[in-house]
């Protein structure tokens, strides 16, 4: 069977230029869109991501500042950034950079963030209005698998859709998002028995787990749509998934790639979120 690839380059493009629309009509009326990232590391790959979200925003007219609080903020120190941004009326998005420093959980501080700047939907209360069917941000990468199945047709009501994967960023998530659209949804994670016998039942399988090569051809049944979330460090420094497409290649009917697959249309819908928070800001 041929494999199609659901690259999520073309769905990003066109998200972008209506951004960029967006953007322009906003600075016009009262100034660019304006997001602040927080970061809270050292780590090379939260850089590399914050690098690259302040081109993405760049290029669209949004602007974007970059708070660091340093690798070993405390808790109350995050949380107090995180409250000021939210009050500032002149900021309209707040992101938190992940990792965060040792025994800081997200829990501990994303709730800090105020829910209508909340672009990447990592507060409690974000993820509760998600699973009550209640308006808010959702992740942007749970929101990438939906909207890249809708780029490419791929049909989810009445589907079994399996979902590797369980964190509070993805995987549940994306749970929420799959039954607003009135998907059948099965959730896995590290404890689940036999993973390949439960996504081999799915007609979608959606993996974010972070191990590379984790799904298999044993782990999709033929025929099937797999979804690729996962970015892993490959053996060369590039970024690969947690499917092992080689396998999977010929079984499945459609694998989106990594990278060029979820990945572009997270940036792209976060970008979104940021124009939408400030149009709501100003409405
Ligand atoms: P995470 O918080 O580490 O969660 C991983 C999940 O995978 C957990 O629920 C875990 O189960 C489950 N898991 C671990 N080993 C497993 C196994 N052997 N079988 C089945 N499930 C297993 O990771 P995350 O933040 O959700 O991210 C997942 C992946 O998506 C990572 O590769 C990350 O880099 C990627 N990601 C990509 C984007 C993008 O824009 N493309 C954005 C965000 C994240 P337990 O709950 O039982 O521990």
Same mark, same amino acid.
């Given at each position: 069977?041929?494999?199609?690839?659901?690259?999520?380059?073309?769905?990003? %493009?066109?998200?972008?230029? !209506?951004?960029?629309?967006?953007?322009?009509?906003?600075?016009?009326?009262?100034? %660019? #869109?304006?997001?602040?990232?927080?970061?809270?590391?050292?780590?090379?790959?939260?850089?590399?991501?914050?690098?690259?979200?302040?081109? =993405?925003?760049? +290029?669209?007219?949004?602007?974007?500042?970059?708070?660091?609080?340093?690798? @070993?903020?405390?808790?109350?120190?995050? +949380? =107090?950034?995180?409250?000021?941004?939210?009050?500032? #009326?002149?900021?309209?998005?707040?992101?938190?950079?992940?990792?965060?420093?040792?025994?800081?959980?997200?829990? @501990?501080?994303?709730? =800090?963030?105020?829910?209508?700047?909340? /672009?990447?939907?990592?507060?409690?209360?974000?993820?509760?209005?998600?699973?009550?069917?209640?308006?808010?941000?959702?992740?942007?990468?749970?929101?990438?698998? &939906?909207?890249?199945? +809708?780029?490419?047709?791929?049909?989810?009501?009445? +589907?079994?859709?399996?979902?590797?994967?369980?964190?509070?960023? &993805?995987?549940?998530?994306?749970?929420?998002?799959?039954?607003?659209?009135?998907?059948?949804?099965? /959730?896995?994670?590290?404890?689940?028995?036999?993973? #390949?016998? *439960?996504?081999?039942?799915?007609?979608?399988? *959606?993996?974010?787990?972070?191990?590379?090569?984790?799904?298999?051809?044993?782990?999709?049944?033929?025929?099937?749509?797999?979804?690729?979330?996962?970015?892993? !460090?490959?053996? @060369?420094?590039?970024?690969?998934?947690?499917? @092992?497409? %080689?396998?999977?290649?010929?079984?499945?009917?459609?694998?989106?790639? &990594?990278?060029?697959?979820?990945?572009?249309?997270?940036? %792209?819908?976060?970008?979104?979120?940021?124009?939408?928070?400030?149009?709501?800001?100003?409405?």
């Amino acid at each position: 069977m041929d494999t199609t690839s659901l690259t999520g380059k073309e769905l990003a %493009a066109a998200l972008n230029a !209506e951004t960029k629309q967006r953007a322009a009509a906003l600075a016009e009326q009262g100034g %660019a #869109p304006r997001l602040v990232l927080v970061v809270a590391n050292d780590d090379p790959a939260s850089g590399w991501y914050v690098g690259s979200l302040q081109r =993405a925003a760049g +290029r669209l007219g949004i602007d974007c500042d970059t708070v660091d609080l340093g690798a @070993d903020a405390t808790a109350d120190a995050i +949380r =107090a950034e995180l409250s000021k941004l939210s009050a500032d #009326p002149g900021v309209h998005a707040v992101m938190l950079q992940t990792p965060l420093p040792a025994g800081v959980g997200l829990d @501990d501080v994303s709730g =800090a963030i105020a829910a209508e700047k909340d /672009v990447d939907g990592v507060s409690p209360l974000s993820l509760g209005r998600l699973a009550a069917g209640l308006p808010g941000f959702p992740p942007a990468t749970a929101e990438a698998v &939906v909207e890249l199945a +809708r780029r490419h047709d791929i049909p989810l009501a009445g +589907r079994h859709v399996a979902v590797v994967g369980r964190s509070n960023v &993805v995987g549940k998530p994306l749970a929420h998002l799959l039954l607003a659209e009135n998907a059948t949804v099965t /959730v896995c994670h590290s404890r689940t028995t036999d993973l #390949p016998a *439960v996504t081999s039942a799915a007609d979608v399988v *959606v993996a974010a787990v972070g191990r590379a090569g984790l799904i298999t051809g044993d782990h999709v049944r033929e025929g099937a749509v797999v979804i690729d979330v996962g970015t892993n !460090e490959g053996p @060369d420094g590039g970024i690969v998934g947690d499917v @092992d497409a %080689a396998s999977v290649t010929g079984k499945a009917a459609a694998l989106s790639p &990594v990278p060029g697959g979820v990945g572009p249309v997270t940036t %792209a819908l976060l970008m979104r979120h940021v124009v939408q928070a400030t149009e709501a800001a100003r409405a």
